[in-house]
């Protein structure tokens, strides 16, 4: 079974930076994406890539501000945030897929996420 861990939320004010990794245990998947859920919203899509040649896709609220990449090297997904809004708040999780989907119900391992509070 696969094991995610995520690191590297916290508090930042509006405008600031952070980086989320995402650590997997092992890499038999193709695909890692993050996804996030706020307070009393469902769970959605944010980004995602795929292991081998680097693809990425985004969510359309998080384009140019977020960049998804990885390392193969370390099993490893990073998420770099920039231009932190108060919207963009919420628990982030990285999870694995071997398709190329968006839905969070394609996805098979899940990490326990790590909350990201953006003050303004």
């Known amino acids: 079974q696969v094991q995610l861990i995520e690191s590297g939320g916290g508090l930042v004010q509006a405008g600031g930076s952070l980086r989320l990794s995402c650590v997997a245990s092992e890499r038999s998947f193709y695909y890692m994406g993050w996804f996030r859920q706020a307070p009393g919203k469902e769970r959605e899509f944010v980004a995602r890539i795929n292991w081998s040649v680097g693809r990425t896709n985004y969510a359309d609220s998080v384009k140019g501000r977020f960049t998804i990449s990885r390392d193969n090297a370390k099993n490893t997904v990073y998420l770099q945030m920039n231009s932190l809004e108060p919207e963009d708040t919420a628990v982030y999780y990285c999870?694995?897929?071997?398709?190329?989907?968006?839905?969070?119900?394609?996805?098979?391992?899940w990490g326990q996420g790590t909350q990201v509070t953006v003050s303004s």
């Open positions: 999870a694995s897929t071997n398709v190329p989907t968006t839905n969070r119900a394609g996805y098979d391992y």
